[in-house]
């Protein structure tokens, strides 16, 4: 790299890291303040641990993040396998559709859920909460797995299924033992993703959770606002943080393994990429 | 084998029905409520009274447009060192530029704040040196500055993914045809990147043009959107005719404008979103 190169990488990266460091920077300041640095402590973590409301809407969201990536990943599979199969105008229509809540903004997407489950509830005489936000965040994750499934499935071979059952494989343990293997990593890429976007997501639980109590992190830490953040949302970002950035190493000594234990395995997903 | 196929088909048939009852229905209700009075009755007023709302369509445009621009001039640099720069180093560069992609948006755009306030870090910065204070929070500028903050790796990722599939034998053949940097940025990189402008305008765009976070952080009560139109109506008034309706023109002109910016380019508007 060139020095501008490197000057202009350099800059770019101060931009998005500055209010971060900072941010986290004040996590560990021993008064209140978020612009005036009085003393390190570790107060705010410690508070952050004994604050239930917090802690209850992290659990909620965890829990929200998991069913509902497991939900899409199953549902969004099965759909990207049956979709491959159809002929060529239907399976047009279902992916335009299927576009849509990627294409629609987040507001659209959740407010027009929110008509639904409103008039769904007054229906069946229940108010709105959890099972209203695990349901919408099932409908927005799908589509993203079954983007990274589908591109598998057309790279897969044909013929290795044709072959296994040729050698007396029924249709089940073809799908198992060859289909299964090779489309795994974009069924792992399109939880992950699901898991992510559904622990972050804002807009869409925001409409659709109602009033009984139940929260979220992220509409817990929108509505706090409104009185102004304590601290103890910057050692919790900062506990993300760190918990983010272990992971992503994690998973690029993993990667990097892989790529040294199997070169050429490596070098074409890399081009098929 | 038809039999298979056949069957194998029939695995979709679930997500069949959870999209016709969870992406279906609901947008058919927002055009329902969007063309109907609270007592059931049709009308056509919703859409025709979004006319006093002009403004805060074209503001909310117009930001967008603004943030979007500026994340394309600072995006598309940085993308191409990328995917110039050698492959273990990438990897690291990847790293930190989606490590903030999983942090809390909310929480950014707070930090953000907390960094542009009368009384915030960059005033005290400023206050040693014997500068400002500066007015910066609740200005149209400050919600620029969190769209392009908040989006900008959005923008940054689509452009690396098509800049690192481009042959570098065919930059070496401008090279020696002699074509000087500017002639092969013009006809060969820009070009083959257009797939990755086209998806990462998409990603930055939508969610500047409907947010209503930035602007309630960084824009006080005095920058008002279509996001924070659709929101109060709906939250606040339990108005869902009027919220229906703004719903549905930004949708459309969403739509609208996606499909002009499509017919630029062939590919499949999903492979290149991930």
Redesign the interface.
Known sequence: ?TRT?KT??FL??A??????V??IF?SFNQSKS???FTGFSLRWYIELMQNDRIISALQNTLVVAVLSALAATL??T?????????KKAPRAL??N?????????????G??????FV?AGTFLGISLGFWSVL??H??FN???VI??VM?KIRQTDKNII?AA?DLGCS?PQAFFKVMLPEITPGIASGAL?AF?LSF?N??ISY?TLGSDGFTT??VN??TS?RRG?SLE?NAL?AI??VT??IF??LM?IA?NKAASKNPNSAKQIRLRN | ?IG?????????????V??AA??????A??IF?AFTREDGTPTIDNIIGIGRWLRVFWNSFCLAFLSTAICLV?AY??AY??S??KVKKQ???L??????M???????T???M??L?D???IN?LLRMIGLGPYHMINTSGAVVFGMV?DF??FMILPLYTVMIKIDHSLLEAADDLGANNRKTLMKIVLPLSLPGIISGI?MVF??S??S??ISR?LGGSKIELI?DL??YN??QKHN?HI??AL?LI??IV??IL?GIMNTFDDEE???M??
């Not at chain 1, 931009?15 to 971060?20: D, K, R, T």
């Not at chain 2, 969870?22 to 947008?27: D, K, M, Q, R």
């Open positions: 790299m190169k202009y990488t770019v990266f931009f998005l890291y500055a209010p971060i900072v941010f004040y978020r612009s005036n549902l969004g099965a759909a990207s396998l049956g979709i491959t199969a159809l279902i992916m559709i299927t576009y849509l809540p990627i294409l629609n903004p987040e507001i659209v997407t407010i027009s859920l929110m008509l639904l008039a349901i919408a099932i409908t799908i589509p993203y983007l990274n591109p044709d059952m249709a993703m992510t972050d804002f807009v409409f992190l992220p830490i929108y606002t953040l949302y970002f993300l943080f983010v950035l992503l190493i690029g990667d | 084998m298979l196929r056949n069957k194998t088909k029939l695995t979709s048939a679930p997500y069949i959870w999209m969870f992406i279906i229905v609901p947008l209700m927002i409520f600072i640099p940085m060192a990328l110039r720069s990897r690291t560069l790293v930190l530029i989606t490590l903030p999983w942090m809390s948006f909310l929480l950014k707070y930090a953000l907390t960094l306030e009384t915030g870090i005290n903050y900008l790796p998409t939508v969610p043009v409907s209503f976070v952080f996001g659709i929101e709906f939250i869902p919220g229906s719903s930004l949708m969403i739509l996606m508007i999903g492979e979103l991930i």
